[in-house]
Structure formats: C-alpha cells, structure tokens
C-alpha cells in the first residue's frame, strides 16, 4: 500500500528562500543603505513565515531570532541585536532546547554587546555559550567555537 504523500505548507519554501537569501546578504562585508533595508525585510519575513507553518517548533523559532540578531548586529543595531538574542536565551532555556541553540543565543548576545561596546558583558555572554555547547548533543559544535573565537578577537 502506497503511503499518502504529506503535503508541504505554502509558506515552507518560502521561509527556506528567505533565510538563505538573507544569509548572501550576511556573508557581505559592508552592505549599503537598501541592503541593510532588504536583509531586516528578508529575516523578518523568514521569521513570520516560518511561524505560520504548523510543524514549527522551539528550534526553528530559536534559529529564526538567532538569524534577526545576526542580522541587526551586522547593520551596526546593537540595541536591536540584543532584543532578539534576550528574546532567544529566553526561548531556548523555557524550552529546554540543546546547548547548541542555547549557545547561539548567546553568541547572539555577545556579538550585539560587542557592537555597543559592553566588552565586559560581551565577555560574560562568551563564557555563557562556551559553558552551553558543553551540554551539546549537536556534530557542529566546532562551527559555534570557530564564531566564539572570532568574537573573542573583537574583544
């Protein structure tokens, strides 16, 4: 007996798009004035999408506030940036999430605090995410100590 194919939601691909085409964005040095504008259009627009998928979860909500932090961080927003990663932190711990996304959130954290100069906080969010990925069942913990480590040279 053949299985009944699941249908995939509308927006599915869409979020996918979204998040990827934000990421050439991010992968950018320096962005002008309608870059910066298209990449908070393109991490926003992922973010709701994603939310209206009903298989959504904990994870790809964490990941979607994680990309928004990102995203403002790279514009110079570090006010912003830490909005989302505090939104994040608390997201991940309320949902017992692996240490892997509790450790970006705060890897979000330090980057938005090294933007706005708060190198000792920065410091502290560091120590954080390290203490995090230690709890990690996730194969990429090396991606997040190579981020933590380019962080640590902005200190």
């Not at 009944?4 to 927006?11: L, T, Y």
């Not at 320096?30 to 298989?55: A, C, D, G, M, R």
């Not at 940036?81 to 509790?102: H, P, R």
């Amino acid at each position: 007996m053949a299985q009944k194919k699941q249908a995939i939601h509308p927006f599915k691909e869409a979020a996918k798009q979204t998040f990827n085409d934000a990421w050439k964005l991010l992968n950018k040095k320096k962005l002008n004035k309608e870059e910066k504008i298209t990449l908070l259009n393109l991490v926003h627009t992922s973010f709701y999408l994603w939310q209206q998928i009903p298989e959504c979860n904990a994870t790809n909500i964490s990941i979607s506030l994680w990309q928004i932090s990102r995203a403002y961080a790279h514009i110079g927003d570090g006010s912003n940036a830490l909005l989302f990663a505090e939104q994040n932190i608390k997201l991940s711990k309320e949902n017992n999430l692996d240490g892997f996304y509790i450790a970006y959130a705060y890897e979000s954290a330090a980057r938005a605090d090294i933007i706005s100069k708060n190198n000792t906080k920065a410091d502290t969010q560091i120590n954080l995410a390290l203490k995090a990925i230690r709890t990690s069942n996730e194969e990429h913990s090396e991606i997040l100590l190579s981020d933590i480590n380019s962080l640590k040279n902005l200190l």
